[in-house]
């Protein structure tokens, strides 16, 4: 194989099917089963609207590639141009949200502000009382446990070995450089490795003596049954989110609430993240349980010969709180009586791997030529995946990148860069 991709998530997927389209020989190997952690776990926006502005040159071609990621696939992704509206509760919301969109000067998107009149013609039958709110047309959604196998499946017809249940225990190397990767079947040799391992990979670049700042917090999400008439754009409001589905329910979720297991990698990179702690604590929940002891018992280091952690947990699949999601839909249907009629078909809560700067590292590792990550998508990912796949093939093959990729670079963590969230966007 000329390159192993390590995770079977939309960014290792997306990766993978990159590289098979321009010839390479690659294997994809998944610890479980393709997008069975947060790529499916998601809340399945598609979204340039209020990202951060470093995210928003790699994230206007991703919507260029989801327009016709079904037909390249030859499968269904649910994809569909829907909109998406951000309410603003006051003034001083509906002033952030112009000014973000400023971003978009530079792009044929169709994007604006709207009153709360134009919003009441465009959301009939709520009841949103807002200022008004941040509308994009251009944005979409899709189904996001459909997105990852179609295009996992897309780069198998391409040539690629997709292998599940196949966890990479580590990377041999030569002469400093990557040589292969040892998977609980056996090796695999290799020239090139792509890390898009998700909440795993701080775990996993430690084997090879690399430090990645990253935490975890935990989002919970419902579905409901199919309703009537209820809004074709996602709608995103200060006390709860929704998204149509292509069944006719509604994704249903918190829009300022996450919650965070206290972990020894809490303590150990507490000075990273306290720039975004500092502006985020409102939306955080902090949580100290069982995961720490889980966590605290976690080998860091194995033998090549033995069973990582990776073959002990397959799938992350935290538990969701029921009492949070009970309220958020019922400020949903608060805004949407329409949802009255709709019955939770299910609950479900994922881990979403964050950076301390909340943007993505896709990047290629100086210190092991031949290694690369691409991770830490902070709850962006789905939506930016193909063009993260995209651009991370770029790197590996050493074609003119589609963006720039200095913001996403693995340098910025010991580079002197002054590395927080933009605020105020």
Same mark, same amino acid.
């Given at each position: ?81 829907? !909109?998406?509206?951000?309410? +603003? ?7 952030? &949200?112009?000014?973000?969109?400023? &971003? ?61 249940? +196949? ?41 090879? !003596? ?161 290694? &690369? ?6 709850? &962006? ?16 093959? !050493? ?27």
């Amino acid at each position: 194989m000329e390159c192993v991709v390590i995770g079977g998530g939309i960014i290792g997927t997306s990766t993978a099917l990159e590289l098979a389209e321009r010839g390479l020989r690659v294997a994809l190997c998944e610890k479980g089963g393709i997008g069975q952690e947060q790529s499916s776990r998601n809340w399945g926006w598609v979204r340039i609207s209020r990202r951060d502005p470093r995210e928003v040159p790699l994230m206007a071609e991703a919507l260029r590639l989801w327009a016709r990621l079904s037909e390249r696939t030859g499968r269904d992704t649910g994809y569909a141009r829907a !909109g998406i509206v951000f309410t +603003c509760a006051d003034d001083k919301e509906y002033d952030q &949200h112009e000014r973000w969109g400023r &971003h978009l000067q530079d792009y044929q998107l169709e994007s604006r502000m709207i009153g709360a009149g134009e919003l009441r013609n465009l959301l009939p039958g709520s009841n949103l009382e807002v200022k008004g709110a941040l509308y994009t047309p251009a944005d979409g959604r899709a189904e996001p446990q459909k997105a990852a196998p179609a295009i996992a499946e897309a780069a198998r017809d391409r040539g690629a070995a997709i292998l599940t249940e +196949c966890a990479v225990r580590g990377v041999e190397t030569t002469n400093g450089a990557v040589s292969g990767v040892v998977t609980e079947r056996g090796f695999i040799a290799c020239k090139a490795v792509v890390l898009a391992g998700g909440a795993w990979s701080n775990l996993f670049c430690g084997t090879l !003596g690399l430090d990645l700042p990253q935490l975890k917090v935990i989002n919970t999400v419902l579905r409901t049954t199919p309703v009537e008439n209820g809004p074709d754009q996602a709608v995103w409001a200060n006390n709860f989110a929704i998204r149509k589905r292509q069944d006719g329910g509604y994704t249903v979720a918190s829009s300022m609430s996450n919650l965070v297991d206290i972990v020894p990698n809490s303590f150990r990179y507490a000075r990273d993240f306290l720039p975004a702690w500092k502006t985020e604590w409102r939306s955080l929940q902090f949580r100290l349980g069982g995961r720490f002891l889980d966590e605290a018992r976690m080998p860091t280091r194995w033998a090549m010969d033995e069973a990582s952690p990776f073959e002990y947990c397959r799938v992350l699949d935290p538990k969701p709180t029921k009492k949070s999601s009970e309220r958020v839909l019922a400020n949903a249907r608060k805004a949407f009586p329409v949802l009255e009629k709709a019955e939770v078909a299910q609950r479900w809560a994922g881990y979403i791997d964050v950076t301390p700067d909340a943007v993505p590292v896709i990047s290629a590792v100086d210190d092991v030529p031949g290694f &690369h990550v691409a991770t830490g998508f902070s709850g &962006h990912g789905f939506g930016i995946g193909p063009a993260a796949g995209r651009l991370m093939a770029d790197i590996v093959t !050493g074609r003119q990148p589609i963006v720039d990729p200095r913001d996403f670079r693995w340098s910025r963590f010991s580079d002197g860069s002054k590395v927080a969230p933009i605020t105020g966007l």
